[in-house]
């Protein structure tokens, strides 16, 4: 099932995702020019909420785009949460420049399926390939203009990355900076587990601000775990006591095999770090 | 005016700009998973539609995306030709990944007017600045996902760069690479006069080839000009004869200022050019 709301001075107007309700000139499509998160809701609660509603902020002021409604938001995310009749599901929350660079935004809220594929993944893990992104890590800091750590609908090159992914045998991808950084997974934050301490690489190095990344970090640290936001060494990667991608759909998802080779063990770090991801929703 | 015209196995469909046509899972909105070509319409000729189509066609197989159906393409664009009664106008050509990855991609064809700042700018020239593109010339071969040269509907940065161009009193950007090379403006290629000579720098270092470049490259050849695609350094830019952008709907633009700084007066240089591109069509 789907349920599609657009944002309005109410709860939201509910439509029919399989009408069409984009025009051809929305800037969202002509130029990829927009923003959008993606939120987990389990039992009947969207989870971060409030951290995706910052980091949508966040995206729209690196976009130069009007401020996002929060108050609607957080209203049309009820309405889609209120008329799902499934389960867990994920949200998709979708802001472009509208038609008119001047004008109204195109702001709408989708509610759809999880992939069968995700369940898979936080199951059995992934295999994961690095893949050279390019840019090293003060490029963000120096060029703002190219966006880097905004979450725009310009999503190509992370989409493109999942295919030679797949045609390296692998399900997902961590992208490294030209000084060798561990950067992010296209649609996923990168955290390392080493003698009971976290880490995950900074923002500032033109990355995304994870949204389940620090819940994840929440969970651990409530457990007993240290946790570092610093630079990670892709070379480190492999003698991590655990590698794992976190998003909001596929949480804490551990990395059995990296660029081809299978790492050391980690599945009972990861069922302990799962379970105390899940404990900050108990 | 505008004319709408979704590609069909007939002369194409044609549909009122004004209504919602995409649907809010199409990838090109929700992704910026597509291409696009934008073609200047003059004297109710498509210039260079050939290179076009051929252009999207290799920006179609740099992301995967099912090949353009290069018949229908032209039909669709006569249909808006014929139906277009103004005089010259800019036709885009999109083509999406549609809802499905492996389902039917929503490809259409749209005549716009053209923005009354290009007819000034073709004319007056433009302040351009140069802005990091924060990328080596070798990385458009070493990491093909990072679709250096397509030309995706993931644009964001693109028009990001244009707003920082504005912050500094400028009209358009040329992007630079790491090492110090020019790669192309975001929405353009740039061509420098020496001599009697033009350059323009090679696509194999992460840059669109230009269809309006290498138009005018064979209307300065019969003209007496020697040509060179190789690289330019930006360093070089302040001592050329001549800077310009080249666009389809900006034809050959002047660059008047450099990053703040006036440059030599091209303007007869421009108009030589000019001519000898339009002669192209005569």
Do not use: C
């Amino acid at each position: 099932m789907r349920v599609l709301a657009f944002l309005d001075d109410t709860a939201g107007t509910l439509r029919d995702p399989d009408e069409p309700h984009i025009r051809v000139e929305d800037l969202g499509l002509m130029r990829g020019d927009g923003i959008f998160e993606t939120v987990l809701v389990a039992d009947g609660e969207a989870r971060e909420l409030r951290p995706h509603l910052d980091r949508l902020a966040r995206s729209a002021s690196m976009l130069e785009l009007p401020e996002p409604d929060d108050e609607a938001w957080q209203r049309v995310t009820r309405t889609v949460i209120d008329n799902w009749t499934g389960g867990e599901f994920a949200l998709k929350l979708v802001h472009t420049r509208g038609t008119d660079p001047d004008g109204e935004p195109t702001a709408f809220a989708l509610g759809i399926e999880i992939d069968p594929k995700v369940f898979a993944a936080r199951r059995d893990g992934v295999a994961v390939v690095t893949l050279d992104r390019g840019i090293d890590p003060g490029l963000a800091e120096r060029a703002p203009w190219l966006l880097l750590g905004a979450k725009s609908l310009s999503y190509a090159v992370n989409m493109a990355a999942g295919r030679e992914a797949a045609r390296r045998g692998a399900a997902d991808v961590i992208f490294t900076a030209t000084d060798g950084s561990v950067l992010e997974g296209p649609t996923s934050n990168v955290i390392i587990a080493r003698d009971r301490t976290l880490y995950t690489p900074p923002p500032a190095i033109g990355i995304l601000p994870g949204t389940t990344q620090a819940a994840v970090f929440r969970g651990a640290e409530r457990a007993g775990w240290s946790t570092k936001i610093e630079p990670v060494r892709a070379a480190d990667l492999a003698s991590a006591d655990g590698v794992f991608l976190s998003s909001s759909v596929r949480k804490l998802t551990r990395v059995h095999t990296l660029d081809g080779e299978t790492l050391p063990d980690s599945s009972a770090i990861h069922a302990e770090l799962a379970a105390a991801y899940e404990s900050v929703y108990a």
